[in-house]
């Protein structure tokens, strides 16, 4: 993509620069502390003491053992980091783009964690009872039952998980409605509904997404953005929503995920045998103080691909952006909504070329922008219905 001399992409603030530059930092500090974490359990052998601690408190039982490791593992985790959760609740308030007082925050951040227990508990307990029945195949079984659970929670998210951390409800604006059928019958298709996202409560930013799979297929809008942005400039958003929607997006990349999953859990399951049969650690496949083992490979992998699927990624925001331009009538509230976006997410409009391609899922709004005017000088009488 080129850049446009003419473009009104405003400079980047030091302020802006500031604030992004400490946000990738505590990302990336969060990653390797992670990774640390997982490492030391392996390498020191600190998993095999905790499992026996998780066999006692279990009174021996498999599944119950398991599940007290998991927390055991998680709790750590979280006492790990909490510290850089503590600044990172800290950056937001410096950087004036949070609303949530500490406790409102500290009790988000309790169900985050056990929202994590919960999921990674029944993911758990379904890999290792695999592991258990078929431990020659297990990871193939394994990752069937992966994919159906990505499918489920896909589904299931914005009903059952979105709303244990924010209200939602159904958009009232009429004229609002009205643009997004109009827009809906030009595409040929529906989305099920929009839901208005009550952002307010806990942050200063404006957020849209497309969320859902079959009948839970939804665009959310925050109410940050409804309350400030023009009618044009929502309908600009939709758009975008709408070209997530009709480009299959969401199925999209729950495939690719099938695709990179499934090389994790035959790496999983090959760094696993090894380390069993040609090194003698853990009490065999089934033992879950191999689980960091397991955790770390995922990890890992995530980490390496993390600029292949920003990539991807980026290519879709790009394809959903040029069905907005397409369907709305002229591309100007789109660039100004890009515009406003920006100054109140406090995003960098131009990252510097290593910064987006490692971390960016979407593309530098500067570019969004000047795809919008390249897009309007190239049909300059766009149709206004
Ligand atoms: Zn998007």
Do not use: C
């Amino acid at each position: 993509m080129t850049f446009s001399a003419s473009s009104p992409a405003l400079p980047d603030t030091p302020e802006a620069r500031r604030y992004n530059r400490i946000r990738r930092r505590l990302s990336l500090a969060d990653t390797f502390l992670g990774l640390a974490l997982l490492a030391a359990l392996l390498v020191a052998g600190w998993s095999a003491p905790l499992r026996d601690l998780a066999y006692e408190a279990a009174r021996q039982r498999y599944s119950l053992a398991l599940f007290a490791y998991l927390a055991m593992l998680l709790a750590l985790g979280k006492l790990l980091a909490l510290p850089l959760d503590l600044y990172s609740f800290r950056l937001e308030h410096r950087f004036h783009l949070s609303n949530q007082r500490f406790g409102s925050w500290a009790w988000d951040e309790a169900k985050g964690w056990l929202v994590g227990l919960v999921l990674g508990g029944v993911l758990a307990e379904l890999v290792y009872w695999v592991i258990r029945n078929w431990p020659e195949h297990w990871w193939l079984i394994a990752w069937a039952v992966f994919l159906g659970l990505l499918v489920l929670f896909a589904q299931i998210a914005p009903v059952v998980l979105f709303p244990i951390f924010y209200k939602f409800q159904p958009l009232e604006n009429e004229a609002l409605k009205r643009r997004l059928v109009a827009l809906g019958e030009r595409a040929g298709t529906r989305v099920r509904g929009v839901y208005e996202w009550k952002l307010s409560e806990k942050s200063k930013k404006a957020n849209a997404a497309l969320t859902g799979l079959g009948n839970t297929r939804r665009i959310i809008l925050s109410d940050t953005l409804l309350e400030n942005y023009s009618e044009e400039e929502i309908e600009a958003v939709l758009a975008h929503e709408l070209g997530h929607h009709v480009h299959r997006h969401i199925p999209k990349s729950i495939l690719l995920e099938a695709a990179i999953t499934f090389v994790g859990f035959w790496a999983a399951n090959e760094a696993l045998r090894y380390l069993v049969e040609r090194r003698g650690m853990f009490q065999g496949m089934a033992d879950f103080a191999n689980l960091p083992l397991l955790a770390l490979v995922a990890s890992l992998l995530s980490f390496l691909l993390m600029p292949a699927l920003n990539a991807y990624s980026r290519q879709k925001e790009r394809e959903a952006d040029r069905y907005a331009f397409r369907s709305i009538p002229q591309v100007q509230p789109f660039i100004s909504s890009m515009n406003k976006l920006a100054d109140q997410n406090l995003a960098e409009r131009s990252p510097s070329r290593w910064v987006e391609w490692f971390f960016h899922s979407h593309p530098a709004i500067a570019k969004r922008i000047a795809a919008a005017e390249q897009y309007a000088r190239a049909y300059p009488q766009q149709v206004t219905s």
